[in-house]
């Protein structure tokens, strides 16, 4: 492990967990906090982040091929900076093949289209790419036991010393990557660090809260109120009166329109409901009379017009062109999103527009407000059993996702061109980065030349491979003093235990038909075509008539497996 840490020179590890030390992490003790959470909620985690310095070379020598003699194919989503596809060889892809010696061939698909495109390739078990991200739906031990997935122990074992090392100095991830077979199908992205540096929350024109002369709401009423205001006496009193001022999140009803549920002790997010007690005792709160509340709240949002009426399937795309019209003023993201629609909104001649994030609501019976953390983990993405050489395609993995060097690529793209080295070794960001010549935001400059992909990466909370997330938000003092503001909020999310390979059979069967009955019947009476009393009855008989006791047994048992493990 010592090893590990020293990878990058003048990483000043030992002082930067001093400091750390000296300042402390506290867990926030509040009734909503899992029972399982071992992650304390950081005071000040970018105390942990001294920037990035060189990166010290892998351990062995590349390229890992005679360059032209290996091609892999990766079927994943495309770049989340839409202009520029993987498929037009971005450059941060065309380093990495310069040093590995190994060639993608790029299936990507638009993020919202992927599951259904892949879902159906993977059911087939034919014609698969050497490396695939995993839809929703299929997780690593399913795609193991149906013989989708290549088990990865024994490759990291012989040929990949950066995952090794990794996974051995972070026991914790290692258990959530880890079937209980004791087999790793699948590597994800870690967001340890992202978490805390780039936190999920509800983000809202400031501007416009100033010109109401209003203090930021802390209850749904609270909230409830400054919409409503933010309609009349804002847009309509500007001449605006078919726009609704909240764009209600990712298009996805089961998404971050419910961060409101926080007030009302659910945890809607990142643990889809499900929350443990104190006792251990496992529940599912979309059954919950709270659910019920929120569901009515935000019908009644939509019914007054105050929410987008495409929240439920409107893209991101959809999104941005409502933020340049200047006509929408709540939205629930990443804190990144509020600095991308400060750009997009200066650009569209508005650089009065003030996005930011706020605390978590609360109400009377829940007054400690609380989010969910990202992750610790995001996403899974597989070696197909039918790769030819796998042990290549370990050694192409071990160098893309926890050696330093690639890491550096992936998180600081190109050296000259997305960051230069400075004094002490720091890697600083150039202004192609900072100040965009095009408006871009910083992770719109660094995605166009392919680096924060979709593919996985880590961003872990300390060491060598984290400095990157907290270098990015130090871009923007204003966001940076936002999510110190945020942290101490965070509490860990509910833990997403892999099943046995019975178990994710199981699980498959049961939510086939549940998840569609239950974005459609919570949909309707969201949008008022179901009344709230009536059909949230038939909504809670028709869950259990399809199976839902049954999975929440099985949650139970995965839980109380990873407790005692």
């Known amino acids: 492990m010592q090893t590990f840490f020293a990878r990058r020179r003048l990483l000043q590890y030992a002082g930067a967990a001093a400091g750390a030390a000296a300042l402390g992490r506290s867990v926030t003790a509040t009734a909503q906090t899992p029972a399982d959470s071992a992650s304390p909620t950081a005071e000040d985690p970018a105390a942990l982040s001294n920037g990035g310095t060189v990166p010290a070379p892998p351990g062995y020598d590349l390229p890992i091929v005679e360059p032209g003699t290996v091609t892999y194919k990766f079927a994943a989503y495309d770049n989340y900076y839409t202009p520029r596809s993987y498929t037009q060889g971005l450059e941060v892809w065309q380093e990495f093949e310069n040093r590995t010696g190994v060639k993608i061939e790029w299936e990507v698909t638009p993020s919202a289209q992927y599951a259904d495109v892949m879902s159906v390739r993977i059911g087939a078990g034919s014609d698969l790419p050497d490396f695939m991200t995993l839809p929703a739906g299929i997780d690593p031990v399913g795609a193991g036991s149906n013989g989708i997935a290549h088990p990865l122990n024994d490759l990291i074992e012989q040929h990949a010393p950066n995952i090794k090392a990794f996974l051995e100095e972070f026991p914790d991830i290692r258990r959530l990557m880890t079937a209980p077979d004791g087999e790793i199908y699948a590597l994800p992205s870690v967001v340890t660090d992202a978490a805390y540096a780039d936190p999920q929350g509800i983000i809202y024109r400031k501007d416009w809260l100033d010109q109401l002369g209003l203090e930021e709401p802390k209850t749904l009423d609270d909230w409830y109120n400054f919409m409503k205001l933010c309609k009349t006496d804002i847009l309509e009193a500007n001449g605006v009166n078919d726009i609704s001022p909240v764009m209600g999140g990712n298009g996805n009803l089961f998404g971050t329109i419910l961060q409101y549920g926080h007030a009302l002790g659910l945890h809607p997010l990142y643990s889809s409901g499900w929350h443990a007690d104190e006792d251990g005792k496992v529940h599912y709160e979309f059954l919950d009379d709270r659910f019920k509340q929120l569901i009515g709240w935000i019908n009644k949002l939509y019914t007054e017009k105050l929410l987008d009426p495409r929240f439920a399937e409107s893209t991101k795309e959809d999104r941005t062109q409502l933020v340049t019209t200047n006509?929408?003023?709540?939205?629930?993201?990443?804190?990144?999103?509020?600095?991308?629609?400060?750009?997009?909104?200066?650009?569209?001649?508005?650089?009065?527009?003030?996005?930011?994030?706020?605390?978590?609501?609360?109400?009377?019976?829940?007054?400690?407000?609380?989010?969910?953390?990202?992750?610790?983990?995001?996403?899974?993405?597989?070696?197909?059993?039918?790769?030819?050489?796998?042990?290549?395609?370990?050694?192409?993995?071990?160098?893309?996702?926890?050696?330093?060097?690639?890491?550096?690529?992936?998180?600081?793209?190109?050296?000259?061109?997305?960051?230069?080295?400075?004094?002490?070794?720091?890697?600083?960001?150039?202004?192609?980065?900072?100040?965009?010549?095009?408006?871009?935001?910083?992770?719109?400059?660094?995605?166009?030349?392919?680096?924060?992909?979709?593919?996985?990466?880590?961003?872990?909370?300390?060491?060598?491979?984290?400095?990157?997330?907290?270098?990015?938000?130090?871009?923007?003092?204003?966001?940076?003093?936002?999510?110190?503001?945020?942290?101490?909020?965070?509490?860990?999310?509910?833990?997403?235990?892999?099943?046995?390979?019975?178990?994710?059979?199981?699980?498959?069967?049961?939510?086939?038909?549940?998840?569609?009955f239950q974005q459609e019947a919570i949909l309707k009476i969201a949008l008022g075509q179901d009344d709230l009393d009536s059909g949230w009855e038939k909504y809670l008989s028709t869950m259990r008539d399809l199976g839902v006791d049954r999975l929440i047994e099985i949650k139970q048992q995965q839980y109380d497996r990873f407790i005692a493990s």
Not at 368 to 384: A, N, Q
Not at 463 to 486: F, H, Q, Y
Not at 504 to 515: C, H, N, Q, V, W
Request: overall charge negative; proline content about 8%; some cysteine.
């Open 327 to 516: 006509n929408v003023g709540f939205d629930s993201d990443f804190l990144n999103r509020a600095v991308e629609w400060n750009k997009i909104q200066a650009q569209s001649g508005h650089p009065e527009a003030n996005w930011v994030m706020t605390v978590p609501p609360v109400s009377d019976e829940y007054p400690t407000p609380y989010y969910e953390l990202y992750g610790p983990l995001s996403g899974w993405h597989c070696m197909s059993a039918k790769i030819e050489n796998p042990e290549i395609g370990i050694k192409w993995l071990d160098y893309m996702w926890a050696s330093d060097e690639g890491n550096t690529l992936v998180t600081y793209g190109l050296e000259d061109v997305t960051y230069t080295v400075g004094e002490d070794d720091k890697l600083e960001y150039t202004e192609w980065v900072t100040n965009n010549p095009d408006g871009l935001d910083p992770n719109s400059g660094l995605r166009y030349y392919g680096a924060m992909p979709t593919l996985p990466w880590i961003r872990a909370d300390r060491g060598p491979l984290s400095e990157m997330a907290w270098d990015i938000v130090r871009i923007n003092p204003e966001a940076e003093e936002l999510a110190r503001k945020v942290g101490p909020y965070e509490i860990a999310a509910f833990p997403r235990v892999l099943p046995t390979a019975e178990e994710s059979k199981e699980i498959a069967g049961i939510r086939a038909d549940l998840d569609t």
